[in-house]
C-alpha cells in the first residue's frame, strides 16, 4: 500500500516499539503469545491518543469486541483479513487523523488568538487608564495656575477694592503673568503627545534664583490658601543664591506639591517649604504641612506612577 511498515514478533516488543517511536496505526492481534493485545492497546493510546488500533481476532466474541472499542481502539475485523478491507480501514484512520491534527492545530490557533486578544484588550484598559490617569493629572496642574490667574484678575476688577498703588498694580499683573506663562508651558507640554507617549522627558536646565522662584509660586498660589486661610512659609538657606536646574518642572513640582498640601490640611493650617545644601550639589528641599499625613505602610504606595492612598476622609496621593 505504499506505506513504511514496523513489524514485532511478540507483544513485548511492541510496547518497546511504541515506547521508543511515535506511529499512526498499530495492528495487533487480542490474542498474543506474552500478552493480550489490549494491554498493547491501552498503552499504545495513554502514549499517543491519536494513533489508531486496529485489532484483530480470530476468535470473535461480543466481549472482546466490546472490551476493545471501549479501550479505544478504531477497528475491530476477523480473520482472515482481506486486504481491501484493512487498507479502507487504514486510509480511514488516516484521513479521520489528519481531521484531528487539524482541528487540533485549529483549536490551538484559536486558544493563541484568544491570548492575544486578551492580553491586546488589557493594553487597551492599561492605555483607557493611562489616558484618564494623564487628563486627572493635567487638571490637576492647570487648575492652579487658572487659579492664580482668576484670583488676582478678580481683585483688579472689583469694585469692593479700594484703589490699589501703581506698584501692587504691577506686581498683581506680573503675578498673572507668571502664571500665564506658566499655564502656557503646561499646554505646550500637553501637545508635544510624542514625548508623553513615549514616557520620556526633556529637561531644560539653567541658573536662575530659587527665592525669586519661591516668592513667585507663593504669589501664585495665595489665592488658594486664602479660601481655607492658610499661611505658607518659604525657608531658604542663606548659602542658596542660584541653582542650575528646569526652571519650569521645578515650578510644577512645587506647585504641585503645595496644591496637595492646601488640599489635605484644615482651615488656618500651616504649609511649609524648607530648602537646605546637604551637600555643595545637593539641594533638599522639603514641603511640609499639619495635615491628615500618610500612614507609614502607604508612604511608598506615593511614588508608584498616578499612586493614591487613603487618608482620614479623603483620597491622598502624588
Partial sequence: MGYSVTTAVNGQEALALIRRQPFNILIADIKLPDISGLEILQTAKELNPEIAVIMITGHASIETAVDAINEGAYAYILKPVA????????????????????????????????????????????????????????SHELRTPLNSIIGFSEVLLSKNTP????????????????????????????????????????????????????????????????????????EIAEDISSIFADEPKMRQIFLNLISNAHKFTPR????????????PNLLHCSVIDNGIGISPQDQQRIFEEMGQVRGNSNARGK
Avoid at 490551538?108 to 487608564?129: D, G, H, I, P
Avoid at 499683573?173 to 500637553?190: A, D, K, P
Avoid at 529637561?203 to 492658610?230: G, R, Y
Wanted: charged residues 25%.
Fill in 163 to 234: 484703589p490699589l498703588d501703581q506698584a501692587t498694580h504691577d506686581e498683581f499683573l506680573n503675578y498673572i503673568h507668571v502664571s500665564g506663562s506658566h499655564l502656557l508651558h503646561l499646554i505646550n507640554s500637553i501637545l508635544d503627545l510624542s514625548k508623553i507617549e513615549s514616557g520620556k522627558m526633556t529637561l531644560e536646565p539653567s541658573e536662575f534664583d530659587l527665592t525669586v522662584l519661591l516668592e513667585d509660586i507663593k504669589m501664585t498660589v495665595l489665592p488658594m490658601l486664602a479660601t481655607k486661610k492658610q499661611t505658607l512659609q518659604i
Fill in 83 to 138: 486486504m481491501s478491507e484493512l487498507e479502507n480501514i487504514i486510509n480511514n484512520a488516516l484521513r479521520e487523523q489528519r481531521l484531528l491534527v487539524e482541528n487540533r492545530e485549529l483549536v490551538e490557533s484559536l486558544q493563541q488568538s484568544n491570548k492575544r486578544l486578551e492580553e491586546t484588550n488589557r493594553a487597551l484598559e492599561q492605555v483607557s487608564q493611562a489616558k484618564s490617569d494623564f487628563t486627572a493629572k493635567m
Fill in 268 to 279: 488656618e493650617g500651616k504649609i511649609s517649604v524648607v530648602c537646605q545644601l546637604e551637600t
